[in-house]
């Protein structure tokens, strides 16, 4: 059995929690999420709480159960409070501005790389070297900053590159000279 699936999710006030045919859709303060529910999966609203059960026996019945539990608690979550990714530019002469709705990178190449933010998702800029990327979507947001963190990762020997604020970078030592 499924430890997590079994847990009920608390529905918060303000919040309201619709099932139509194979989705779920979660509506609140924040905005509206919508999600398609699998097929070995049963999803139950009552006064204030959600209940996930499976309909079949089984590994992946189990894994479904705990996997939709989680999807609809993170619905939960984003409509309520939302999800923020942080990111760091490290190195000289790197810096990021926006733009409307663009994100201009400045990461050392002989051009500036241009990101157009995808929708639901906003990006606030501190100090051109501190990235913060905001939205009601976990997957969009994790999404959103791994592209972006794409454009130019941390690299092991000084550590230039944009990188997660609670990421560690293994540093390398550089080269050794003759002796």
């Known amino acids: 059995m499924s430890r997590i699936g079994k847990k009920p999710i608390t529905i918060p006030s303000g919040v309201e929690v619709a099932l139509s045919g ?35 026996e089984g590994k992946q019945a189990g894994a479904l159960q705990g996997l939709t539990r989680t999807l609809i608690s993170n619905m939960v979550d984003g409509v309520t409070k939302g999800f923020e ?20 990178l400045a990461l050392g190449y002989s051009h500036p790389v241009e990101y157009p933010l995808p929708e639901g998702i906003t990006v606030e800029v501190e100090k051109q070297t501190k ?38 970078i293994l540093r390398k030592a550089g080269k050794t000279g003759k002796k």
């Open 22 to 56: 194979t989705s779920v859709s979660v509506k609140g303060p924040k905005g509206k999420l919508q999600s398609s529910i699998s097929h070995g999966v049963d999803v139950k609203v009552d006064a204030g709480h959600v209940h996930v059960s499976r309909s079949g």
């Open 85 to 104: 990714r942080v990111l760091e530019i490290n190195g000289v002469g790197y810096r990021a501005e926006l733009k409307g709705k663009v994100l201009s």
């Open 131 to 168: 990235v913060t990327v905001k939205g009601i979507d976990k997957q969009l947001v994790g999404a959103t900053a791994a592209k972006i963190r794409s454009f130019r990762g941390p690299e092991p020997y000084k550590g230039k590159g944009i990188k997660y604020a609670d990421e560690r």
